[in-house]
């Protein structure tokens, strides 16, 4: 149709040559001896979502997550605090949006079915360092995980906790960790450049993973704390593993989340994004390190927050096809899941349809079409619908 935007799965030979000097697919022998695979190909849907109800603008989006029916939840953090004017206001005058709530549920068609929380408690950066302080929610929302019982896990960047929520968001079934207190010497919130060892205490948690076959979460304790810990159904701590530099099984030093992912695969394996150095860490379920994905090196030297941010799978049995969102480049690659290596990649910067701003969390649905949320200047999220490539006879 005319005016339609398309966007297509294409090598982008431009963003690649960021890191073309530095890059090399892992294990690139077997990369070359793949077959042939059929690339995904995806359309940007610009009427997804539907409008929002009662002149509700999305802040930040700093989760992104799907349950059951293929619904997806979007965690946000406001650069609105409810019922003040916000930075679009002009000239003085009030701005009739209202911030969203903190979570949101949207159908397979893009509508508002369910939402819960208090805009107004969680802030985006209170300047007297009061945000969040009254808020059942995490603050510095960051990360969302729908479990096997549907049940949704939420994190806090911003004050140390990773909570279990009923899918409605009526209760709150578990916290883990103390709000405001975080695993550091003098129980501040902040990256200390060290790797504490709690086993009650987080610090400045970014994901959330949790095993389907018994229980047991995965938490990437990345903006302060560089390592994954482990918890089992309960609550009560189990192992963790990680540490401060850039030698393998190591996170990244600086903050912005090192690791700022974890996610698990079909085959129990634990994908961990080292964002500041430009890979992705896999793990076995007790913190052996497996294998290390390069994705663009040299992009964090480049002072965009490196290009591995979160990682999701094709739908398929095998999951042969790896998505990692590169929000230092604002592209989304995709990868020959069992090589480790990019086969192509969609996106550039912007703010149209298609484009990216500050590209953050994703998911993919049991369809295979991928849900993007962008944060800071983006603060929305896109739908891109599966074309081909779906693989059907292999589910």
Not at 64 to 74: A, G, N, P, Y
Not at 103 to 132: H, T, Y
Not at 224 to 237: A, C, P, T
Not at 355 to 375: A, C, K, P, Q, R
């Amino acid at each position: 149709m005319k005016g339609e935007r398309y966007v297509y799965a294409s090598a982008l030979a431009g963003v690649l040559a960021i890191g073309a000097a530095l890059w090399q697919p892992f294990n690139e022998a077997n990369a070359d001896r793949t077959p042939a695979l059929d690339l995904p190909h995806f359309r940007v849907d610009p009427f997804w979502p539907k409008p929002l109800p009662d002149n509700w603008v999305t802040g930040e989006i700093g989760g992104t997550c799907i349950d059951s029916r293929d619904h997806l939840f979007v965690f946000t953090r406001g650069f609105q605090t409810g019922g003040l004017v916000s930075p679009e206001g002009v000239g003085g005058q009030p701005d009739p949006s209202k911030a969203a709530p903190p979570v949101i549920e949207f159908n397979r068609q893009g509508k508002v079915v369910n939402s819960w929380g208090d805009p107004s408690l969680v802030p985006a950066n209170d300047p007297n360092g009061n945000a969040g302080k009254n808020a059942v929610l995490p603050n510095g929302t960051h990360g969302c995980f729908i479990d096997s019982e549907d049940n949704v896990w939420l994190a806090g960047n911003g004050d140390g906790v990773v909570q279990k929520w009923s899918h409605d968001g009526s209760k709150l079934l578990l916290q883990i960790g103390t709000k405001f207190v975080c695993d550091t010497p003098t129980g501040a919130c902040a990256n200390v450049g060290a790797t504490g060892d709690s086993h009650d205490l987080l610090n400045l948690p970014a994901d959330i993973a949790v095993d389907p076959h018994n229980g047991d979460v995965y938490v990437a304790d990345g903006y302060g704390n560089h390592r994954i810990v482990v918890f089992d159904r309960q609550g009560k701590y189990l192992r963790h593993w990680g540490g401060v530099g850039s030698d393998p099984g190591q996170f990244f030093a600086g903050d912005g989340g090192h690791p700022h992912c974890v996610v698990m695969s079909r085959q129990g394996l634990i994908y961990t994004c080292d964002r500041g150095n430009d890979r992705i860490q896999v793990f076995d379920k007790f913190g052996n390190l497996q294998r290390i994905i390069p994705v663009i090196p040299g992009t964090n030297a480049l002072g965009t927050a490196g290009s591995a941010w979160d990682v999701d799978f094709s739908p398929d049995r095998a999951q042969k096809f790896m998505y990692n969102s590169d929000g230092g480049n604002e592209v989304m690659w995709i990868f020959d899941h069992a090589a480790g290596k990019i086969l192509a990649g969609f996106g550039r910067p912007g703010h149209m349809a298609g484009e990216f701003t500050f590209l953050h969390m994703m998911s993919i649905d049991s369809e295979g079409n991928l849900y993007v949320g962008e944060t800071v200047g983006g603060r929305r999220v896109q739908k891109f619908k599966l074309e081909t490539g779906r693989d059907d006879d292999h589910r």
